[in-house]
């Protein structure tokens, strides 16, 4: 998203459900774009808890893509930037999506071929 693309007036919150809709139907760039809202429109203190949801996206794009390697590293910055939020933030169960995600990527680093997309990980958010 640039910053001509972001609109300052949309709530955040609108976003992060959108973003957490796209990533549990599996649409992982697409998701990245809806949490990059929250990221450019929250305060310093909530920045990093979007940009770890921004890294999950990106994570399973990449796999997706076959790009193991990026998929790690992103997936290591994900962790590094959910930490301070756990357990809920915003309604968000940051440790199911953590604990989801370094078994799926493991196996799937293991066996790129044999990924089952079908179980991968997915965002819990709360009313």
């Known amino acids: 998203m640039s910053e001509d693309e972001f609109d300052p007036t949309r709530p955040i919150e609108e976003a992060l459900?959108?973003?957490v809709q796209l990533f549990n139907d599996g649409e992982y760039e697409e998701s990245h774009e809806e949490f990059e809202h929250g990221?450019?429109?929250s305060e310093a203190n909530d920045s990093d808890f979007f940009k770890g949801l921004v890294q999950a996206g990106i994570c399973l794009h990449k796999l997706q893509q076959g790009q193991l390697d990026g998929a790690?590293?992103?997936h290591s910055g994900m962790r590094r930037y959910l930490a301070a939020f756990l357990p809920v933030h915003r309604g968000v169960d940051v440790a199911a999506l953590?604990?989801?995600m370094r078994p799926f990527l493991k196996s799937a680093l293991e066996d790129p071929a044999a990924i089952d997309w079908s179980s991968a990980p997915k965002m819990k958010l709360e009313d």
């Open 17 to 19: 459900a959108e973003g």
């Open 39 to 41: 990221w450019l429109s």
């Open 98 to 100: 953590m604990d989801e």
């Open 72 to 74: 790690e590293k992103l």
